[in-house]
């Protein structure tokens, strides 16, 4: 029996972790182990996804969140090797860029644990992101490096993996599974009255909600575009609330509870275009034929960019609103299969298979 640990700790780990347990339960000789660090501690954050996306719960929960990154990533580095010492895994998966994505390669890596980085190879190239720090160092440590594009493996190249005892294999990106497995249970969010066409828009990222001067000038385009282009449904998260209440902002959009992931995809497959600071809405914007106008001044998934459906314009009042002039109702179209055509669970099984029997 081959045993690995799946570390998680926030919504896109959780639905990636869904899809990637879903294939091993169909595999003779793995047992898994799913430990949630608490990372994301709302219910509507975090137990909503697994009861929507019937997973069973984590058999291990450490409770850890809140506090500075160092605080809260020290916290989660000594109960993931409490627990690592104690079940003994043969590898870890992780997954992304989170700190309890860094904190489970930094406990397996002290420990010899093998490490297997589900979302490889991403990079924004802003060293001043939390999230670029975590993948960098992730991707370091990790065994088994799993990249969800052409552009991802490049960018490894680049750092020198060529010339490092690692695996690096292009599996795809897991979430488009997710996106096309759950597609057909999207609901729409409790209440929600508004004809399809409305805009989407997510904002969350620190580098936005900690930055008075950027998350102003977010708003003020919000509140434009809701009044001149189409209306704006804001999912409000709980940073973002804080930020806003903090600056005495006022928001003049369709507010609503943070949704699950259900109800998530339906607003994507609903809307006539996102507008969002979000890694992973980005890509399923794209997922579900809708350009996508992004707040921030990067963005790891370049061929998104570079294929003309993701406009990369920073928190920029003028620009976000010109975008989304420019962008509203466009449809965009996959050909090519450009994240795996939904079969990267699968792929990622199959090279843990290679991984165990070696």
């Not at 552009?151 to 020198?160: F, P, V, W, Y």
């Not at 003309?308 to 996959?334: L, P, Q, T, W, Y």
């Amino acid at each position: 029996m081959n045993k690995f640990v799946s570390i998680v700790g926030a919504r896109p780990q959780f639905i990636k972790a869904a899809m990637i347990s879903n294939k091993i339960q169909n595999v003779d000789g793995i047992e898994e182990i799913m430990v949630h660090t608490g990372q994301h501690f709302d219910a509507n954050m975090s137990d909503i996804f697994f009861n929507q996306l019937d997973i069973s719960r984590p058999e291990i929960h450490h409770h850890i969140h809140g506090g500075n990154h160092g605080e809260m990533t020290g916290r989660m580095l000594v109960e993931i090797e409490k627990t690592l010492i104690e079940h003994k895994p043969d590898g870890v998966l992780v997954y992304g860029d989170t700190n309890s994505t860094l904190a489970g390669a930094l406990a397996s890596s002290k420990l010899h644990i093998p490490i297997a980085h589900v979302e490889s190879g991403l990079r924004s190239f802003d060293i001043h992101m939390p999230e670029e720090v975590n993948r960098i160092v992730t991707d370091r440590l990790s065994d088994i490096l799993l990249c969800p594009t052409d552009i991802s493996i490049h960018n490894l190249e680049c750092e020198g993996f060529k010339n490092l005892s690692k695996r690096v294999v292009k599996v795809g990106d897991v979430m488009q599974d997710a996106a096309l497995f759950f597609a057909s249970r999207a609901v729409a969010p409790a209440g929600f009255k508004l004809d399809p066409g409305f805009i989407l828009s997510t904002v969350h990222r620190a580098e936005n909600t900690d930055d008075p001067e950027r998350l102003t000038s977010i708003i003020s385009a919000l509140n434009d575009i809701h009044q001149t282009v189409s209306p704006v449904v804001l999912p409000l998260h709980p940073r973002t609330h804080n930020a806003i209440k903090k600056l005495g902002l006022e928001l003049k959009v369709h507010l609503i509870e943070p949704v699950g992931y259900l109800e998530m995809i339906w607003l994507l497959n609903n809307c006539g275009l996102v507008l969002t600071d979000s890694g992973g809405v980005q890509k399923e914007a794209f997922f579900f034929g809708k350009a996508c106008v992004t707040l921030r001044d990067q963005t790891e998934w370049v061929e998104l960019v570079n294929l003309g459906v993701n406009d990369i314009v920073g928190a920029d009042c003028k620009k976000i609103i010109e975008s989304v002039n420019h962008n509203f109702g466009r449809v965009v179209h996959d050909t090519n299969e450009l994240y795996g055509g939904g079969r990267t669970s699968q792929n990622i099984v199959n090279e843990l298979m290679k991984w165990s029997y070696e």
